[in-house]
């Protein structure tokens, strides 16, 4: 089976930076997405690592180590509307994604 | 077009009906996906199509029941269901099913199912 653990609540004011870590157990692993979701709406997919190293988008930015099962969503600059729930999620060669418990992020001002 | 189109976005139903829950893609992926979602937790996986085949069935109850007509489209029917499965009911498709060039996948906006 699968398990992801990523914290379950994160606060920070607005410009700061934050990070959310998932750390996975998986047989047959490809990589490692990140999807966002505000109430009331659908995940939106943010970014994929399927190699180590850091993958940047604008202002969100991805990290895997393979070889310690981990990795981060580094969020810059942040902003109100980044107030959401962030979802770790393990590709594997079965075909699917299995998502982990999600992550609360409240923006402060 | 770079969309997961759902209808209906809020279905309520007794738990004798008949309904479908529809799902539409134009942007050439392969695999298509049914996630049920309950309130604070994460999705959860119930079917997968790979080239419109169905590839997994994540031992869902024959209450639901999937079909992909073609490629673009996607249903699930739903039949004699229990006040425990109103959930968000989330379409997605990416590229392909399996392999590393699985960059992630695009949801539909869901339906909102509520059971009577």
């Known amino acids: 089976g699968q398990s992801l653990e990523q914290p379950s609540e994160v606060t920070a004011v607005e410009g700061a930076i934050v990070q959310i870590n998932c750390t996975y157990q998986t047989s047959g692993f490809y990589g490692l997405s990140w999807y966002q979701q505000h109430d009331g709406g659908a995940p939106t997919f943010l970014s994929y690592?399927?190699?180590?190293g850091l993958e940047e988008t604008g202002r969100f930015s991805s990290f895997l180590s393979r070889s310690d099962s981990y990795g981060y969503l580094l969020l810059q600059e942040l902003q109100m509307k980044d107030s959401a729930s962030y979802f770790c999620?393990?590709?594997?060669?079965?075909?699917?994604?299995?998502f982990g418990d999600g992550t609360t992020l409240t923006v402060k001002p | 077009d770079t969309e997961v189109t759902q209808t209906p976005k809020h279905l309520v139903m007794g738990m004798t009906n008949k309904k479908s829950l529809k799902c539409e893609q134009h942007m050439g992926h392969r695999a298509m996906y049914w996630y049920k979602q309950k309130a604070k937790k994460p999705p959860e996986l119930m079917f997968v199509?790979?080239?419109?085949?169905?590839?997994i069935n994540e031992s869902v109850p024959s209450r639901f029941s999937p079909e992909c007509p073609n490629s673009s489209l996607l249903n699930l029917h739903l039949h004699a269901l229990q006040p425990e499965d109103s959930a968000l009911y989330l379409c997605a498709s990416s590229h392909t099913g399996t392999g590393q060039a699985n960059y992630g996948y695009t949801f539909g906006s869901g339906t909102r199912l509520t059971v009577v």
């Open positions: 199509y790979s080239y419109e085949k169905l590839s």
């Open positions: 690592n399927a190699l180590d």
């Open positions: 999620a393990v590709n594997t060669n079965a075909g699917k994604s299995t």
